[in-house]
């Protein structure tokens, strides 16, 4: 008689066996599931079945990459507008390498046309690398803020360093012709540090939008216009162009309601 002891199982886990471990589901319901999560959420769902593919050190398996597919399919055609506000409690624990593999993974150089950090105080900006010069991307809001919050953060000072990011940003405009590139929205951070490489990147920034034939829909000053102080009404100047304060309501300013 064999008197080995065998493992107990639950009886949902024997009726259900295909469903004890979320890399047992299905690629069809992996694609219903992704497309009821916020995109933020689907994107890193896909990073934990290949998560060697999304740091860019190594192929998926078939199996794996099949279920990426799968959960990229469950949002195709909506992944234009990725927000990692959407989901608060990830935004606040989202890491340099988590954005990175999460951009990575849903190929967002290519499919993403709007991206905001919102609420992703410890990012330092190294995690958008993977867009790299990307003409799909057209907004770029890193003020960190929801429309209407003072983007002061004195809660807790964000890490997003322009140095980091600088690179990324340039890159979207080195193609002037394919580029999509028209709303930036900076860190009130960036704005008071009194960076000369900042003011250098405004006048780049400033001459792309030219370029493009962009202009202010309230005003006709460009970015780099003159200002009457901190929380100006009439025009701007480099230091205070990040945001204001009018009717009440803070708001990010490059592009967020102003070039279009």
């Keep these: 008689m064999d008197r080995r002891v065998r493992p107990r199982t639950s009886a949902s886990a024997r009726e259900d066996p295909p469903f004890r471990l979320l890399s047992e589901l299905p690629e069809h319901l992996l694609t219903t599931v992704s497309s009821l999560l916020p995109a933020p959420e689907s994107a890193l769902l896909a990073v934990s079945f290949a998560p060697s593919a999304a740091a ?8 794996a990459l099949r279920k990426v ?6 949002r195709e ?13 990830l935004a606040a624990r989202l890491t340099d390498a988590d954005l990175a593999a999460s951009l990575r993974i849903v190929d967002a150089g290519r499919r993403v046309r709007t991206l905001r950090l919102t609420g992703c105080l410890d990012v330092t900006g190294a995690g958008l690398r993977p867009l790299m010069g990307s003409t799909a991307i ?7 803020t929801r429309g209407g919050d003072n983007p002061r953060l004195r809660a807790r000072r964000p890490m997003i360093s322009f140095r980091e990011v600088l690179p990324t940003l340039v890159s979207f405009m080195s193609r002037p012709y394919e580029s999509r590139l028209r709303q930036l929205v900076l860190p009130k951070k960036w704005r008071s540090s009194g960076s000369f490489a900042l ?36 025009t701007w100047r480099v230091d205070d162009w990040v945001s204001r304060r009018r009717e009440g309501v803070w708001s990010g300013w490059i592009g967020m309601q102003h070039f279009g």
């Design 199 to 234: 003011d250098q990147f405004l006048e780049l920034y400033n001459n792309h939008l030219d370029r493009k034939g962009f202009a202010c829909t309230r005003c006709d000053q460009n970015c780099l216009a003159m200002s009457n102080g901190d929380q100006g009404e009439v």
């Design 56 to 63: 860019g050190t190594g192929p998926p398996s078939p199996a």
């Design 77 to 89: 055609g909506s992944w234009d507008v990725l927000d990692y506000g959407e989901v608060p409690e």
């Design 138 to 144: 057209e907004v770029v809001d890193l003020s960190l």
């Design 69 to 74: 597919e799968a959960i990229v399919a469950g």
